[in-house]
Nanobody
Framework: QVRLVESGGGLVQPGGSLRLSCAAS????????MGWHRQAPGKQRELVAV???????VYADSVKGRFTISRGSAVNAVYLRMNTLKPDDTAVYYC?????????WGQGTQVTVSS
């Protein structure tokens, strides 16, 4: 069983920054990707960013140049640095871990961008 715990969400003004963290534990083995999805009220869940075990990254067009995903060097962790936040970034952000045997999700952390 894999457990993902997110932290770092909160309320921020437009133009501000936040850093999300996700720590993974449990039966994690082999090569795996980690990343973030988000779901805004009334919208479908969407990919924000993902990083492979080799460090390759993919970003949604809407966050390119503003968000940076990275992995912990010694632990099963993934981070999302979010700069120049916009009200449209308001959503619940979910951490994911993808292995051959399946995809695991965290419980989510709320990010609200509002003045």
């Amino acid at each position: 069983q894999v457990r993902l715990v997110e932290s770092g969400g909160g309320l921020v003004q437009p133009g501000g920054s936040l850093r999300l963290s996700c720590a993974a534990s449990g039966s994690i083995f082999g090569n795996y990707a980690m990343g973030w999805h988000r779901q805004a009220p009334g919208k479908q869940r969407e990919l924000v960013a993902v990083i492979s075990s080799g460090g390759r990254t993919v970003y949604a067009d809407s966050v390119k140049g503003r968000f940076t995903i990275s992995r912990g060097s010694a632990v099963n962790a993934v981070y999302l640095r979010m700069n120049t936040l916009k009200p449209d970034d308001t959503a619940v952000y979910y951490c994911i871990l993808s292995m051959i045997e399946g995809v695991h999700w965290g419980q989510g952390t709320q990010v609200t961008v509002s003045s």
